[in-house]
């Protein structure tokens, strides 16, 4: 395998294509072309990346963190694109959850994302021109064996512990199931060993929003100079309700009218609920590709750990010897705790060590990006007795 030195690089984002300098990343050409699941190869593909904290010198103290749909390598902040601060900021530094004194932090943009990882934004060699809708379908096993090249490339051969949220945490139960041995500690909070029904649809809505949009062009718009902006913020306005809880909305909004004493009998904005959605859509075109939310969509759907053992879920997971902790929230309808507890149970029947919390909370499904002082304690409780066990001071 051959691999760049890490570099920085600029992009656009947004219909104006604003230009953002984004890094590092690093340019892997493993010794075979990294073949795809769907049957496409590329002689070399791109990770965009961040550390945070030292590697010991036994090279035992290494987490990967990873990122739900829409974030990326920006763990802490302040973000290249928004501004804002990380999606974990909170929770790492020294002393924190994820203390860097202590532990050595990947994290990295997947595969099929825009912020710096080949993806549809990419430039395909063979045209000179972005890949679009004809970069090859990603998975969330082309991503992760994305990341074991990226991790193997930073000289580590078995990660402390893969932790990820959503869709960090189907990446994190396919490195345990893929990787038994590159990894001694796995931490999925709420996801699931599967993309449920429900999800796909709430995945399919938000997919055809931006491609009935006449902007897509039929994902062609970078070199066409369109922006499919009003479809990409209908669908992300769509997937927002699912991330909340309905405890929640009541709390912050309730029926409360946006900066009016009366309803205006008309289609403009009314209630401050929608200002707050009419926000998330116009915020979220400014720093995600359209083309990678396709992509990225899909590969959750297509996620399911039983299809290759036969329909039975513990057979995934037969001989592990991995130390696991499941974490999910009363008020995750997304990804409710029957997901978790059907994880659970099938660890206990392969007599796994797996350790299980559900944490009280009205945030919803966005609970573990919040300030949940119980999460916190779990995450930190987990992380300690596992670093005890593994010698890490």
Same mark, same amino acid.
């Given at each position: 395998?051959?691999?760049?030195?890490?570099?920085?690089?600029?992009?656009?984002?947004?219909?104006?294509?604003?230009?953002?300098?984004?890094?590092?990343?690093?340019?892997?050409?493993?010794?075979?072309?990294?073949?795809?699941?769907?049957?496409?190869?590329?002689?070399?593909?791109?990770?965009?990346?961040?550390?945070?904290?030292?590697?010991?010198?036994?090279?035992?103290?290494?987490?990967?963190?990873?990122?739900?749909?829409?974030?990326?390598?920006?763990?802490?902040?302040?973000?290249?694109?928004?501004?804002?601060?990380?999606?974990?900021?909170?929770?790492?530094?020294?002393?924190?959850?994820?203390?860097?004194?202590?532990?050595?932090?990947?994290?990295?943009?997947?595969?099929?994302?825009?912020?710096?990882?080949?993806?549809?934004?990419?430039?395909?060699?063979?045209?000179?021109?972005?890949?679009?809708?004809?970069?090859?379908?990603?998975?969330?096993?082309?991503?992760? /064996?994305? +990341?074991?090249? !990226?991790?193997?490339?930073? #000289?580590?051969?078995?990660? %402390? =512990? @893969?932790?990820?949220?959503?869709?960090?945490?189907?990446?994190?139960?396919?490195?345990?199931?893929?990787?038994?041995?590159?990894?001694?500690?796995?931490?999925?909070?709420?996801?699931?060993?599967?993309?449920?029904?429900?999800?796909?649809?709430?995945?399919?809505?938000?997919?055809?929003?931006?491609?009935?949009?006449?902007?897509?062009?039929?994902?062609?718009?970078?070199?066409?100079?369109?922006?499919?902006?009003?479809?990409?913020?209908?669908?992300?306005?769509?997937?927002?309700?699912?991330?909340?809880?309905?405890?929640?909305?009541?709390?912050?909004?309730?029926? /409360?009218? +946006?900066?009016? !004493?009366?309803?205006?009998? #008309?289609?403009?904005?009314? %209630? =401050? @609920?929608?200002?707050?959605?009419?926000?998330?859509?116009?915020?979220?075109?400014?720093?995600?590709?359209?083309?990678?939310?396709?992509?990225?969509?899909?590969?959750?759907?297509?996620?399911?750990?039983?299809?290759?053992?036969?329909?039975?879920?513990?057979?995934?997971?037969?001989?592990?010897?991995?130390?696991?902790?499941?974490?999910?929230?009363?008020?995750?309808?997304?990804?409710?705790?029957?997901?978790?507890?059907?994880?659970?149970?099938?660890?206990?029947?392969?007599?796994?060590?797996?350790?299980?919390?559900?944490?009280?909370?009205?945030?919803?499904?966005?609970?573990?990006?919040?300030?949940?002082?119980?999460?916190?304690?779990?995450?930190?409780? %987990?992380?300690?007795?596992?670093?005890?066990?593994?010698?890490?001071?």
């Amino acid at each position: 395998m051959h691999c760049s030195d890490p570099y920085t690089t600029t992009l656009s984002f947004g219909p104006d294509g604003r230009e953002v300098e984004v890094g590092l990343c690093m340019d892997i050409t493993p010794a075979e072309p990294f073949r795809f699941d769907c049957g496409a190869a590329m002689e070399t593909i791109t990770l965009a990346y961040q550390t945070h904290g030292q590697l010991n010198a036994e090279k035992s103290n290494a987490i990967l963190l990873c990122h739900g749909l829409t974030g990326d390598q920006y763990l802490t902040g302040p973000h290249p694109v928004t501004g804002k601060p990380g999606w974990w900021e909170d929770i790492v530094g020294p002393g924190c959850v994820f203390d860097t004194d202590r532990y050595f932090l990947i994290t990295s943009n997947v595969m099929g994302g825009c912020m710096g990882s080949t993806g549809p934004k990419s430039t395909n060699p063979a045209t000179g021109k972005p890949y679009g809708i004809t970069f090859p379908v990603v998975t969330i096993g082309d991503m992760v /064996r994305a +990341q074991k090249l !990226l991790v193997e490339a930073l #000289g580590i051969r078995q990660l %402390f =512990a @893969v932790i990820g949220g959503s869709m960090g945490g189907m990446l994190a139960l396919d490195w345990a199931v893929r990787y038994p041995d590159a990894l001694y500690a796995c931490v999925p909070l709420c996801t699931a060993a599967r993309h449920s029904p429900q999800n796909i649809a709430f995945h399919e809505i938000g997919r055809q929003a931006v491609m009935a949009d006449p902007g897509w062009q039929e994902g062609h718009y970078i070199e066409r100079g369109r922006f499919p902006a009003k479809g990409l913020a209908v669908a992300r306005m769509t997937a927002h309700v699912t991330y909340l809880s309905q405890i929640a909305l009541q709390e912050k909004f309730g029926r /409360r009218l +946006q900066n009016k !004493l009366a309803l205006g009998y #008309g289609f403009d904005i009314d %209630f =401050a @609920v929608e200002s707050y959605l009419h926000h998330q859509g116009k915020s979220f075109i400014e720093r995600f590709d359209p083309n990678a939310y396709l992509y990225i969509t899909r590969a959750m759907d297509y996620f399911d750990l039983e299809r290759d053992f036969g329909g039975h879920l513990s057979r995934a997971f037969l001989g592990t010897s991995i130390r696991y902790c499941v974490i999910s929230f009363t008020s995750d309808w997304l990804f409710p705790t029957e997901e978790s507890r059907r994880l659970v149970r099938a660890l206990n029947a392969v007599a796994a060590n797996v350790s299980f919390a559900e944490i009280e909370t009205d945030k919803g499904h966005d609970a573990f990006l919040l300030d949940v002082p119980a999460m916190h304690a779990t995450l930190r409780g %987990f992380l300690d007795g596992a670093a005890k066990a593994k010698g890490i001071l």
